[in-house]
């Protein structure tokens, strides 16, 4: 079968080939110590990160084993969730871990394979025979077996240089959003623990906790009512009233609704520090649910605390310190909501909390216009992954 992408540079003409992967490439297995290696070449599942963001070297080596041998302009693909798109051009020679399946292509452009093993079509292929539910894997075979085109070295070079242009400019946005967070988080601490007129409270001195969704099975995601995801508020200050999931909820149900002006943390995480993490909604959408790893808090009594204000402590290195020892477990911690309710904090005058507030609102709204620009880059290149291949 030959055909011609929806999308192409104007130089060139005539149809492409239609392959398979292992037509052009090859999956290595050789395998050599872990002795031999330093922390800046050897690779696990967890140092890759995904597409755009390439990479993050390992902390710690096992030793006395045999890992697979990678080779500068190899392409490494996590064979774990392959969902997360965790994919890496190599820009050096080492050895990864067995859950990493090191590529190789010898019968076409490297960077151009890259593009095509990064995308969504790829990605969707192999999540279609994936083993296992709560750890899935990649099956080698099935992706030996994966069908596209190609066309001649020349036009391939040039559709993967065109490419990792896009994603040096993604790479650009994602630092400056970097230095937005960094910035934003410096302001907070400094200006909080520089106030010398501070309050002692505990948060239920000013607000009630409530549970998020309970009895819910997987059948019950997917359309209904929205909820506010564990990333949603893992991940921000403020919660992203557009980034939300559905649930059914049935009229006779007792479960707790998000109000305006609540704060929201993380309950279980997989390392004590990314325990109780929080965010505040600032949305006006009723009736909004809270996902069940989550729990919330309304507040009850404004003269003492300003919620939007709740917002930037709650990510200040003085509260953070003060909940890590709250997290609770070896494997995974959890927080325990009673003794969180009770712990006091010390808190700036609600004067100052709203100076404060304003403040670093101003940052953040820029923050937000970043955002979207990195959205917007990665949509583009999801367009343009689908437009320029077969």
């Given at each position: 079968m030959c055909d011609v992408p929806a999308l192409r540079f104007p130089e060139f003409t005539g149809e492409?080939?239609?392959v398979h992967l292992e037509d052009v490439a090859e999956f290595q297995k050789k395998r050599i110590s872990s002795d031999l290696l330093n922390n800046n070449n050897?690779?696990?599942?967890?140092n890759i990160l995904q597409n755009f963001e390439g990479i993050q070297y390992s902390s710690s080596i096992p030793t006395n084993t045999n890992v697979i041998e990678y080779q500068k302009g190899d392409i490494l693909l996590s064979n774990i969730?392959?969902?997360?798109k965790k994919v890496w051009?190599?820009?050096?020679?080492?050895g990864c871990s067995a859950d990493v399946f090191v590529l190789r292509g010898d019968?076409?452009?490297q960077h151009f394979l890259y593009y095509v093993i990064a995308s969504d079509r790829f990605i969707n292929y192999v999540m279609s025979g994936v083993k296992g539910v709560k750890m899935p894997r990649g099956d080698k075979n099935q992706m030996k077996k994966y069908a596209f085109s190609i066309p001649t070295n020349t036009e391939q070079r040039k559709i993967a240089k065109f490419l990792s242009m896009l994603d040096e400019r993604i790479k650009l946005q994602n630092k400056i959003i970097e230095k937005y967070e960094s910035l934003i988080q410096a302001m907070c601490d400094n200006l909080i623990e520089r106030e010398i007129q501070q309050v002692t409270l505990s948060f239920s001195d000013f607000g009630q906790s409530y549970s998020g969704l309970s009895g819910k099975n997987a059948e019950d995601f997917g359309e209904g009512y929205p909820f506010i995801t564990y990333m949603n508020v893992y991940?921000?200050?403020?919660?992203?009233?557009?980034d939300v999931g559905l649930?059914?909820?049935n009229e006779t149900e007792q479960q707790s609704v998000v109000h305006y002006g609540d704060i929201l943390l993380t309950l279980s995480s997989e390392t004590p520090e990314e325990v109780g993490m929080g965010a505040v909604y600032l949305g006006e959408t009723y009736p909004l649910y809270l996902n069940s790893f989550c729990f919330g808090i309304h507040i009850t009594d404004e003269a003492k605390i300003y919620p939007p204000f709740l917002a930037y402590y709650v990510s200040s290195q003085s509260f953070r310190k003060a909940v890590y020892p709250l997290a609770q477990g070896s494997t995974r911690f959890n927080l325990q909501k009673s003794d969180f309710m009770k712990k006091h904090f010390s808190f700036p005058m609600i004067e100052k909390q709203r100076k404060i507030y304003s403040i670093l609102k101003a940052y953040s709204d820029k923050l937000i216009i970043e955002k979207l620009i990195m959205r917007l880059l990665c949509k583009q290149k999801c367009?343009?992954?689908?437009?320029l291949f077969i």
């Open positions: 492409w080939k239609s050897y690779i696990s599942t967890e969730r392959p969902y997360l051009f190599s820009d050096r020679k080492g019968k076409c452009d991940q921000n200050q403020i919660i992203d009233s557009t649930v059914k909820i367009y343009l992954l689908r437009q």
